[in-house]
């Protein structure tokens, strides 16, 4: 049994278009991003992520499935860009519609 010691709290976020899901979850010492994010069952509630395809960052720096995790951190799964930012942003001037 895990002590109260090497027990630590991590959260977990994704950001869709109209809202973001941020969960907490507590781990032992030794888990990897992987284990948390199969354990905070985003997976299931969204079925669009695909952890062979979807890019995963701690803070907004990328991390991989099997490194482990620091008290504190928040793990952020990242989606697809629909369109590239510049590209999104050439079409805005074009158009007169500068606003984002």
Same mark, same amino acid.
């Given at each position: 049994?895990?002590s109260? =010691?090497? #027990?630590?709290q +991590?959260?977990?976020? $994704?950001?869709?278009p109209q809202?973001?899901?941020l &969960?907490?979850?507590?781990?032992? =010492? /030794?888990?990897? +991003? /992987?284990?948390?994010l %199969?354990?905070?069952e %985003?997976?299931?509630?969204y !079925?669009?992520?695909?952890?062979? @395809?979807?890019? *995963? /960052? #701690?803070?907004?720096?990328? +991390?991989?499935l099997?490194?482990?995790?620091? !008290?504190?951190? @928040? #793990? =952020?799964i $990242?989606?697809? %860009? #629909? *369109?590239? !930012?510049?590209?999104a942003r @050439? &079409?805005? +001037? &074009?158009? /007169?519609?500068?606003?984002?």
């Amino acid at each position: 049994m895990a002590s109260a =010691e090497n #027990i630590f709290q +991590v959260e977990v976020a $994704y950001a869709l278009p109209q809202n973001q899901v941020l &969960k907490q979850l507590n781990v032992t =010492e /030794g888990c990897t +991003v /992987g284990q948390a994010l %199969l354990s905070s069952e %985003l997976l299931n509630d969204y !079925p669009e992520i695909d952890l062979a @395809r979807n890019r *995963i /960052g #701690i803070f907004g720096k990328f +991390v991989q499935l099997d490194d482990l995790l620091q !008290p504190h951190d @928040r #793990i =952020e799964i $990242y989606r697809s %860009l #629909i *369109i590239d !930012p510049k590209e999104a942003r @050439r &079409k805005r +001037v &074009k158009s /007169g519609n500068n606003r984002r």
